[in-house]
């Protein structure tokens, strides 16, 4: 029981602290009017306020696992939801904050006819459209595979314990590979043109080793947030071991793929920016 809340008290900490940091930069940003009307930036507190979504229903799924038995099938389902669209967002909020970087540097004439506010908005609600639809397929096998289970409640709120089924092993091989497959392209071809671009631009090395090193942090921050797609895998290689060191290996896994990338997100970018 005592190392139970102080699992639980630790994780709750950090996410006070994760919360707080990006609480600050939110601040800043709605006290700056000049923010409102730049894609770039508009993008970026929306990276901010998913990474505190994100967080937030985490740990609150991490807290239930421990203090709550029997949770009803709808709220736990609600929380996996969220949790696995916030996952996804912040890839492909990367990715649209590539693309905006590469039309600035490359076609900076047609910058403000393509980056529009509206467009951005847009492209913040496409984001969230196609981060929610692996959560909305697990939801309708799981209707369609056991349809009675939507009527009983959830023993440990988590994806690995309600979504079992052959349909969903096959899903969760496929989703984070093709979403990470995507992402990885559109940074990949956007960054190499934006360094190529500002080592043609600049007369001396400064500018391109500039822009190498914000590439560098673009590359540490996807990695970072693709951190967390590994926790199922290494959930399921420690699962069969029935000791009392799956329990803790669990929770520093958690802790290291989940939490501390998330501490460390702001940090990189609020930095640089």
């Known amino acids: 029981m005592q190392m139970r809340l102080q699992k639980t008290f630790t994780i709750v900490f950090l996410a006070v602290i994760i919360i707080s940091i990006n609480g600050v930069f939110v601040y800043i940003f709605f006290r700056s009017s000049v923010f409102y009307d730049n894609p770039r930036y508009i993008l970026y507190i ?12 985490s740990v609150t799924l991490f807290v239930i696992s421990f203090a709550w ?29 590539a693309v905006e970087r590469y039309i600035a540097i490359c076609k900076p004439l047609h910058h403000h006819q393509i980056c529009t506010v509206r467009r951005t908005y847009i492209l913040i609600s496409l984001i969230w459209g196609i981060g929610v639809i692996p959560g909305l397929n697990d939801l309708i096998v ?10 009983k409640p959830v023993a440990i709120c988590s994806a690995a314990t309600l979504y079992n089924t052959p349909y969903h092993e096959e899903l969760s091989k496929f989703t984070p590979g093709l979403y990470t497959s995507v992402v990885w ?10 360094l190529f671009a500002a080592r043609r631009a600049s007369s001396d090395k400064s500018s391109a080793k500039k822009a190498q090193s914000t590439i560098l942090l673009h590359g540490a921050q996807l ?4 951190l967390s797609y590994i926790t199922p895998v290494l959930d ?12 803790r290996i669990s929770f520093f896994n958690y802790l290291l793929t989940n939490i501390v990338p998330r501490l460390l997100s702001p940090l990189i970018y609020g930095v640089r920016r």
């Open 185 to 194: 392209v559109i940074l990949v071809f956007t960054y190499c043109q934006v």
């Open 236 to 247: 399921k290689l420690f699962l069969p071991l029935v000791t009392d060191q799956q329990k």
């Open 223 to 226: 990695l970072l947030s693709m």
């Open 69 to 97: 038995q029997n949770v009803p099938f709808s709220f736990c389902v609600t929380l996996l939801i969220i949790s696995s669209a916030a996952h996804k967002n912040t890839p492909l909020t990367l990715a649209g904050m």
């Open 46 to 57: 929306h990276l901010v306020i998913n990474d505190m979504l994100m967080v937030c229903v």
């Open 142 to 151: 799981i209707v369609i595979v056991r349809p009675l289970s939507v009527f």
